[in-house]
Nanobody, 119 residues
């Protein structure tokens, strides 16, 4: 069974920073992409950032130049460094892991961690 354990969310003032972590544990191999999505109340879930096993990154337009995604392949862990946070970054942030095991594709989602940007 695979588990994604997220941490690092919380309340921060506008202009502040937070770092999210997501560690995948259990019987998992062949991870290709790890990433973060977010969903604000009344809005659709959207891509924040993703990174492949080779280090290629992709960011949502609203977070470019403010957020940085990285990963530790040995630990099956992905990080999201968030800087210059704005109130509109307030959302539940979800970790996603995708890959394949013996050509059988899979994806897993974390339970989400709340990020609130407010003064």
């Amino acid at each position: 069974q695979v588990q994604l354990v997220e941490s690092g969310g919380g309340l921060v003032q506008p202009g502040g920073s937070l770092r999210l972590s997501c560690a995948a544990s259990g019987s998992i191999s062949g991870i290709y992409a790890m990433g973060w999505y977010r969903q604000a109340p009344g809005k659709q879930r959207e891509l924040v950032a993703a990174i492949t096993s080779g280090g290629r990154t992709n960011y949502g337009d609203s977070v470019k130049d403010r957020f940085t995604i990285s990963r530790d392949n040995a630990k099956n862990t992905v990080y999201l460094q968030m800087s210059s946070l704005k109130p509109e970054d307030t959302a539940v942030y979800y970790c996603r892991v995708a890959g394949s095991n013996d050509y059988d594709p899979y994806e897993y989602w974390g339970q989400g961690t709340q990020v609130t940007v407010s003064s």
